[in-house]
T-cell receptor, first 111, second 113 residues
Framework: DQQVKQNSPSLSVQEGRISILNCDYTNSMFDYFLWYKKYPAEGPTFLISISSIKDKNEDGRFTVFLNKSAKHLSLHIVPSQPGDSAVYFCAATGSARQLTFGSGTQLTVLP | DTAVSQTPKYLVTQMGNDKSIKCEQNLGHDTMYWYKQDSKKFLKIMFSYNNKELIINETVPNRFSPKSPDKAHLNLHINSLELGDSAVYFC????????????FGSGTQLSVL
């Protein structure tokens, strides 16, 4: 009953290229989506979010895209930097305002 | 000056013991949480407190008991520890209405032997 799925456990990208991390959800009641970034031995930190009334939100090198009909969101990082190497968690919430997290994708940016 | 601090960072203990994890936040937030990251790496909510009142209590064994003495603190006490309790436990806090932007502590790695 995983309502938020990140099907790629890992992703490797060359420095300077685009990183695309994907997330799928099953609960149509989710209306707010977030991405968190986690370095080893640290807690997750908030990165970017998007409301279901939008299909795109941008913050510097990070852009989140939401496709409600496909129940899919993606995080684009352009250009990717070695410091972006971390685990990225997708999370979603509905009216209960309780976050449901995916299992994370380990991004490695190669210099 | 850490925003959300939890102690200890590592906890190794025998089955059957009772242990506590402490959490404090200095962000002025009104809501605090305990999350468990299991072996499959999912972060699952266990409890949430708003202004010292329990608002979320997921399906967690009653061996786990949270206590919030004030808005800045949320401790987790675990009785009769079992092997399956081994996990990383994260404390987090937020301001209600802030769009679920949680601020997490660095985690407590609990190993039950």
């Amino acid at each position: 009953d995983q309502q938020v799925k990140q099907n790629s456990p890992s992703l490797s990208v060359q420095e300077g290229r685009i990183s695309i991390l994907n997330c799928d959800y099953t609960n149509s009641m989710f209306d707010y989506f977030l991405w968190y970034k986690k370095y080893p031995a640290e807690g997750p930190t908030f990165l970017i979010s998007i409301s279901s009334i939008k299909d795109k939100n941008e913050d510097g090198r990070f852009t989140v895209f939401l496709n409600k009909s496909a129940k899919h969101l993606s995080l684009h990082i352009v250009p990717s930097q070695p410091g972006d190497s971390a685990v990225y968690f997708c999370a979603a919430t509905g009216s209960a305002r309780q976050l449901t997290f995916g299992s994370g994708t380990q991004l490695t940016v190669l210099p | 000056d850490t925003a959300v601090s939890q102690t200890p960072k590592y906890l190794v203990t025998q089955m059957g013991n009772d242990k506590s994890i402490k959490c404090e936040q200095n962000l002025g937030h009104d809501t605090m949480y305990w999350y468990k990251q299991d072996s499959k790496k999912f972060l699952k909510i266990m409890f949430s407190y708003n202004n010292k009142e329990l608002i979320i209590n997921e399906t967690v064994p009653n061996r786990f008991s949270p206590k919030s003495p004030d808005k800045a603190h949320l401790n987790l006490h675990i009785n009769s520890l079992e092997l399956g309790d081994s996990a990383v436990y994260f404390c987090a806090s937020s301001l209600r209405g802030s769009g679920e932007k949680l601020f997490f502590g660095s985690g407590t790695q609990l190993s039950v032997l």
